[in-house]
């Protein structure tokens, strides 16, 4: 495993002077420790509803701007299960206030850690002694500590350049798993999985490595349902890259479509297991040691040459099967189905009740951050799978696309037409949301096209 001197001598050997092709390019970055300061519960886990016992590791918020011929394109990178989604919208256009930019050139990015606080209060999911008051406090608090480094960050703005390159991982591992006719969560090594690492480096105008990041695809649950706080390997990632490489390099990480990968080292046999703490440390040197070879290896990185910023936000409309429509469906449903999933016809004829509609379509954000004319940022608000990723990746070659998901909040898991058919538990959203069914198929084609041209 590299070495703290062997990586900072490393870094240092790739350092390379910006060029004047870039010299308009400036950027800010500032860091918020967003660990939680007073008692939370947290997020991630339904069976576990109450308060954290004590902090494992900080969690922490990065927000990184972009700046070219005057428009800036702002990111947020957070260790938290996810944005709430109506907080992400203020969010967001209070920072693009503070950064001097339009709310569609900001963008904010859970890395979907289950070792965090939960920031959202509603949800038919939530126990009704859940103390939902924390969620509300933790997200006004988190509120101030995102304000005030955006407000760092664009005060802080420096001539440099963006580099970009894309190696392998060993982190991930697929865990849609066909056993006995259904589809469960257990480790699928056979299974498809986007080994794909991507780097993004900022550096000074004299070519120091000033910030470094990854866009990893993998649920964040090495450590399971335990109740410390922790980034998990987010976090890992981030303490083996500021220990190896010194406080002037600003680690951070961008989390893709990970809505079907977990941590391969979880996996034991036919089921996964859970980490202890004390395990996350190598599993960060692991996914430092294969960031450091795509920075390292001959033509690893490429200069992304800034062209006109721009960016969109386009609210997809999804369809939901009809399944469960009328009051005599809900029930029936109550009566004849599976007492485990009774919430869900309870709170749908609570609704009736109330001359409220059961929804069957969904509004889904869609992000699109153009860096130039042939790469973009696209933010998906939602637990994107593999396989509707790839079809959005592949839908705007080839030109080239770096995917999120956990975009902007969360709406629910995002399967592609395949992984409808297959079932399983990502395509049960429906029930949390009380909508008339799953997706209908073609949920992946509705995305790619609201992808911003």
Same mark, same amino acid.
């Given at each position: 495993m590299t070495s703290k001197t062997t990586a900072r001598r490393t870094a240092a050997a790739a350092a390379a002077p910006a060029t004047a092709?870039?010299? =308009?390019? &400036?950027?800010? #970055?500032?860091? +918020? !420790?967003?660990? *939680?300061?007073?008692? %939370?519960?947290?997020?991630?886990?339904?069976?576990?509803?109450?308060?954290? !016992?004590?902090? =494992?590791?900080?969690?922490?918020?990065?927000?990184? #701007?972009?700046? =070219?011929?005057?428009?800036?394109?702002?990111?947020?990178?957070?260790?938290? #299960?996810?944005?709430?989604? @109506?907080?992400?919208?203020?969010?967001?256009?209070?920072?693009?206030? #503070? %950064?001097?930019?339009?709310?569609?050139?900001?963008?904010? =990015?859970?890395?979907?850690?289950?070792?965090? *606080?939960?920031?959202?209060?509603?949800?038919v999911y939530f126990n009704p002694s859940r103390d939902t008051g924390a969620s509300i406090r933790y997200r006004e608090w988190l509120q101030k500590q995102l304000l005030a480094a955006a407000e760092k960050a664009a005060q802080n703005l420096e001539p440099g350049s963006l580099w970009h390159g894309c190696g392998k991982t060993a982190v991930p591992m697929n865990r849609r798993l066909e056993r006995n006719g259904d589809i469960v969560n257990a480790p699928n090594p056979a299974g498809p999985v986007d080994n794909r690492l991507h780097v993004l480096a900022l550096r000074s105008q004299d070519g120091r490595l000033r910030a470094l990041g990854v866009r990893l695809s993998c649920h964040p649950v090495a450590t399971g349902a335990q109740h410390l706080i922790t980034a998990d390997i987010p976090g890992a990632f981030k303490k083996a890259c500021a220990d190896a490489l010194g406080a002037d390099v600003t680690p951070f990480f961008l989390q893709g479509a990970g809505g079907d990968m977990r941590p391969a080292t979880a996996s034991a046999g036919d089921r996964w297991r859970q980490l202890d703490? +004390?395990?996350? *440390?190598?599993?960060?040197? @692991?996914?430092?040691?294969?960031?450091?070879?795509?920075?390292?290896?001959?033509?690893?990185?490429?200069?992304?040459?800034?062209?006109?910023?721009?960016?969109?936000?386009?609210?997809?409309?999804?369809?939901?099967?009809r399944l469960y429509t009328a009051r005599k469906d809900f029930v029936k449903l109550l009566q004849d189905g599976p007492p485990h999933y009774a919430f869900y016809p309870t709170?749908?004829?609570? &609704?009736? !009740?109330?001359?409220?509609?059961?929804?069957?379509?969904?509004?889904?954000?869609?992000?699109?951050l153009w860096l130039n004319d042939d790469l973009a940022i696209v933010g998906i608000q939602g637990e994107v799978l593999i396989g509707l990723g790839d079809y959005v990746e592949k839908t705007l070659l080839p030109k080239k696309a770096l995917l999120l998901g956990y975009c902007n909040g969360c709406i629910?898991?995002?399967?592609d037409s395949h992984e409808v058919k297959r079932g399983g538990y990502e395509q049960m959203g429906y029930l949390y949301h009380i909508w008339t069914g799953p997706y209908k198929p073609g949920l992946e084609k509705i995305i790619a096209r609201a992808v911003y041209p």
């Amino acid at each position: 495993m590299t070495s703290k001197t062997t990586a900072r001598r490393t870094a240092a050997a790739a350092a390379a002077p910006a060029t004047a092709s870039a010299a =308009n390019l &400036r950027f800010g #970055i500032a860091r +918020a !420790d967003i660990t *939680p300061p007073f008692p %939370t519960t947290m997020g991630g886990y339904g069976a576990r509803q109450d308060y954290f !016992d004590r902090v =494992n590791d900080p969690l922490a918020a990065e927000v990184l #701007i972009l700046e =070219n011929a005057g428009t800036r394109l702002v990111i947020v990178a957070a260790d938290l #299960i996810a944005f709430e989604d @109506q907080q992400a919208a203020d969010l967001r256009r209070q920072i693009a206030e #503070i %950064t001097r930019t339009p709310a569609e050139c900001v963008l904010l =990015n859970a890395s979907h850690t289950h070792g965090g *606080p939960e920031p959202r209060d509603q949800g038919v999911y939530f126990n009704p002694s859940r103390d939902t008051g924390a969620s509300i406090r933790y997200r006004e608090w988190l509120q101030k500590q995102l304000l005030a480094a955006a407000e760092k960050a664009a005060q802080n703005l420096e001539p440099g350049s963006l580099w970009h390159g894309c190696g392998k991982t060993a982190v991930p591992m697929n865990r849609r798993l066909e056993r006995n006719g259904d589809i469960v969560n257990a480790p699928n090594p056979a299974g498809p999985v986007d080994n794909r690492l991507h780097v993004l480096a900022l550096r000074s105008q004299d070519g120091r490595l000033r910030a470094l990041g990854v866009r990893l695809s993998c649920h964040p649950v090495a450590t399971g349902a335990q109740h410390l706080i922790t980034a998990d390997i987010p976090g890992a990632f981030k303490k083996a890259c500021a220990d190896a490489l010194g406080a002037d390099v600003t680690p951070f990480f961008l989390q893709g479509a990970g809505g079907d990968m977990r941590p391969a080292t979880a996996s034991a046999g036919d089921r996964w297991r859970q980490l202890d703490h +004390a395990e996350l *440390p190598a599993v960060g040197r @692991q996914l430092l040691h294969e960031t450091l070879a795509v920075l390292l290896q001959p033509q690893g990185l490429e200069q992304v040459i800034p062209g006109a910023f721009r960016g969109a936000y386009v609210e997809a409309e999804a369809p939901c099967e009809r399944l469960y429509t009328a009051r005599k469906d809900f029930v029936k449903l109550l009566q004849d189905g599976p007492p485990h999933y009774a919430f869900y016809p309870t709170h749908a004829l609570a &609704r009736l !009740d109330a001359g409220l509609a059961i929804p069957d379509r969904v509004k889904i954000g869609v992000q699109t951050l153009w860096l130039n004319d042939d790469l973009a940022i696209v933010g998906i608000q939602g637990e994107v799978l593999i396989g509707l990723g790839d079809y959005v990746e592949k839908t705007l070659l080839p030109k080239k696309a770096l995917l999120l998901g956990y975009c902007n909040g969360c709406i629910s898991y995002l399967p592609d037409s395949h992984e409808v058919k297959r079932g399983g538990y990502e395509q049960m959203g429906y029930l949390y949301h009380i909508w008339t069914g799953p997706y209908k198929p073609g949920l992946e084609k509705i995305i790619a096209r609201a992808v911003y041209p």
